[in-house]
Each structure stands twice: as structure tokens, then as C-alpha cells.
């Protein structure tokens, strides 16, 4: 069992603040807690050009489509199912909408570590708010978190005890959206958690937690390890931890939890993708960038399944405002690079300690996190087998992830 479990452990590896701002905002360069020189805080704004949108529309009105043997899900996403949503991106998906909902937020760039980081910074209307950093993943975007801002930093609106608020910070991962393009290679998610903790010190706060899921997931469980001063806890959707082979390990596991090996197995039967860009993002990324109906396709994997379960009930205009944002920002070869960069130094999933207070929302339509894999080197606090979502809970399954995330900041804050 051992050899068994050390060879799909390596195959997923493989696969897979208003015054400061202010100040910053004033001044060329502003000094942080320890002394050195941050870089300026710039305001941003998303304003995608006419004539960008213009050729996406002529590339899509152009676009050659394979010739298939099925029409089916056995052999990917189904040219009947890429047709509609091809159809609904060129005549019925209004970019100009989706732009002004993302612009309602305030939205900055920086520079870390030699990289433009694009974030949101939205303050709370509540007194003593408690700063949180939110990290989506692939083919995922800042757009990942647009259900769940107005709870988070307006609870009385929402019907929640406003006496826990947060103060959010979204940012784009390096080589993602606006934060593009990248800098250097070496960018995994260890150097990615620095980079964010490097963040929330330039923001001026001295007590933050972070969340995340996917590669945000991966992000956070790297923050854990780093440990950084400030940090106070932790909330994952998923911990890739996987058995040692120690006896009477699985004896220990849920029935839930058993029933989720289902899942991972159908992940290692169909993620191609994470395979290929792990190994060779480079190449792939000419097809996306140049093809926005493979970019389109490529996307669809993990959104809707790969067996199309979720064709019918995930957004189709949230999917399609992520993919535009992938579009417009040519974001391919840096989505593509995280995979690649993580696989080379398993980041995220080497079990490095991670004494910071942790929790672990686990959705049954998604990669099923187990306690006693996970408990091994993290300091698990809170463990939930939620009823329902899958892994884009934030947009599939926003309630379950709200009142999870306050029950455990309010521990912690």
C-alpha cells in the first residue's frame, strides 16, 4: 500500500486599512512595518477596449470546431455543449456588465518581488473589521469571490451579526487576470504566500487570516507554513493529503470521507489537463491564447465537469466572465506556469508543519479532504463535511461558505 500510495501521491503532485492605503496611495513610496521602502499602491481600473471586444466576437463568429466520434463526455468537453456556450459568449454574454460589477470594488496594482499584483480592497462599513486575503484558483479568477464580498463586508445587510465584519484584500495570482504578465518562472505557491503576506504587511495590517480554494487552497496551506507574524488562521476548501501507509490509517476515515475516494478517482481518470500543464504549459498556451474557443473549452473542465454534471447548474455568465478575463489578459502561459512551478517543488502539497490555526470546509462535489491525512502537519481546528457544494463553492455554495469561514474567524480573530 505504501508503494501505491508514494506513486499517486507523485501523480498529483504532478497533475495538479483606509488610512494607510491612503498614505500609500499619497506618497511614491511608503515604509512598512520593518523599515523598508514599499512600492506604490496605484489605483486600477478594468477597462477592456472596443476593439478587443470587437475581435473576440469576429474569432468566435470564425471559429473551426473539431469533427467528433461522440457527442458525449467520454472523450472531453462535447462540441454540442461548446456550440451553446460559444453561442451565448458572442450574442448573449454582455462583457460591459460584468466589467462594471468588478469595477464597483476598489482595485489596486503593486509590485512584490518584482511582480504586478492586481488586487480588490474592499473595505467593511462595520468598526474593527478583521482583514481577510481571499485567493482563487484555476481556471478560476477574482470573479470566483463576487457572492460572497457583500456578507463578508456587510453582514448587517445580509442578515448576519454585523459584530464580525471583514475587511477583504482578492488578488489576482501572479500570471492570472491583472497581474500579468509574469515576471520571472519560479513563481509556485510558496513564493506566491510570501508574496501575500508581504501584501497585507504593506497594507498595514498587523492581524489578517486568509482563505482560498484550488491553487488558493494550495497558496493558503503554504501561508501556514511560512507562518508569517500576523497571520491568525487559516480557512482551506480542500488539504491534498494523502495516506503514508501507516496501519489502521483508513480505518479512521468517514463514511463520507471513503465515499470521496470516488471523486479522486475520477479526477485521476480525466485531468489531463493538470498533467499537461504541469509538464508542457508553454505549448499549450498557443491554442489558448490564440483560440478563444479553446480557451473556452480548456476552461469548461473543471467548471462543469467531466462528465458534464454541472453543465446545467453552474452560472454560465460567471464562467463566461472568468473565461473573458482569461481572454483579454492573454492569461494562458501564467495560469499554465503556477501548475508547472508547483510540480517542480510540490508546493501546497509537501507536508511542511503549519502550526497556524487551520480550518477545512470540505464539499461533497469536490476533492474530499481527509482529517487524520491532514492532521499529520497541520493544527486542524475545524473540520466541516459540508451537505452540498462542489470546488467553487464560493459561487456554487456561497451561504455554506460564508457562515463556515465567520464560526471559525470568530475563534480566531
Known amino acids: 500500500m505504501t508503494n501505491q500510495t508514494d506513486l499517486t501521491r507523485r501523480q498529483f503532485v504532478a497533475g495538479i486599512a483606509a488610512a494607510t492605503l491612503a498614505t500609500a496611495l499619497a506618497n511614491p513610496t511608503t515604509a512598512n512595518s520593518d523599515g523598508v521602502e514599499a512600492m506604490t499602491i496605484t489605483p486600477f481600473k478594468i477597462a477592456i477596449s472596443d476593439e478587443q471586444i470587437a475581435d473576440l466576437k469576429r474569432r468566435l463568429a470564425t471559429a473551426r470546431l473539431p469533427n467528433v466520434l461522440t457527442t458525449d463526455w467520454s472523450r472531453g468537453q462535447p462540441v454540442p455543449f461548446i456550440k451553446e456556450l460559444v453561442d451565448q459568449w458572442a450574442n ?24 504586478t499584483i492586481h488586487f480588490l480592497h474592499v473595505k467593511s462599513v462595520e468598526p474593527n473589521a478583521f482583514p481577510l486575503i481571499l485567493t482563487h484558483g484555476w481556471p478560476s479568477s477574482i470573479a470566483e469571490f463576487l457572492d460572497i464580498i457583500g456578507p463578508l463586508t456587510d453582514p448587517r445587510a445580509h442578515g448576519l451579526d454585523p459584530a464580525l465584519a471583514f475587511d ?30 508581504t501584501l497585507m504587511d504593506r497594507l498595514g495590517y498587523k492581524k489578517w487570516g486568509a482563505q482560498g480554494g484550488d491553487v488558493g487552497a494550495l497558496v493558503g496551506r503554504e501561508l501556514g507554513a511560512l507562518n508569517p507574524e500576523g497571520l491568525a488562521g487559516i480557512h482551506l476548501q480542500q488539504i491534498f493529503a494523502f495516506p503514508s501507509g501507516a496501519a489502521g490509517e483508513m480505518e479512521k476515515l468517514t463514511p463520507f470521507e471513503m465515499a470521496g475516494f470516488a471523486n479522486f478517482e475520477k479526477f485521476q481518470k480525466y485531468s489531463g489537463y493538470a498533467d499537461i500543464q504541469s509538464k508542457r504549459p508553454g505549448t499549450l498556451a498557443y491554442g489558448l491564447v490564440d483560440s478563444p474557443v479553446g480557451q473556452l473549452a480548456w476552461n469548461s473542465e473543471l467548471f462543469f465537469g467531466f462528465e458534464g454534471n454541472a453543465a446545467q447548474s453552474f452560472d454560465r455568465e460567471r464562467f463566461l466572465t472568468h473565461v473573458s478575463i482569461y481572454w483579454f489578459t492573454n492569461t494562458a502561459s501564467g495560469a499554465g506556469d503556477n501548475y508547472f512551478e508547483n510540480a517542480q517543488t510540490g508546493a501546497g ?16 462535489d469536490d476533492f474530499r479532504s481527509v482529517r487524520v491525512f491532514a492532521e499529520r502537519s497541520n493544527n486542524i481546528v475545524q473540520w466541516t463535511e459540508m451537505a452540498e457544494g462542489g470546488h467553487f463553492a464560493a459561487s456554487d455554495a456561497p451561504e455554506a461558505l460564508v457562515n463556515d469561514m465567520r464560526t471559525f474567524f470568530a475563534k480566531v480573530r
Open 92 to 115: 448573449g454574454y454582455d462583457w460591459r456588465k460584468h466589467e462594471a460589477e468588478l469595477n464597483r470594488y476598489p482595485q489596486f496594482l503593486t509590485e512584490i518581488d518584482g511582480q
Open 168 to 197: 477583504l484584500v482578492i488578488p489576482s495570482l501572479p500570471g492570472y487576470g491583472f497581474s500579468t504578465p509574469l515576471s520571472s518562472t519560479g513563481w509556485d505557491a510558496g513564493r506566491t504566500a510570501k508574496a501575500w503576506a
Open 349 to 364: 502539497y509537501r507536508e511542511l508543519p503549519n502550526p497556524v490555526p487551520t480550518a477545512v470546509a470540505v464539499f461533497p
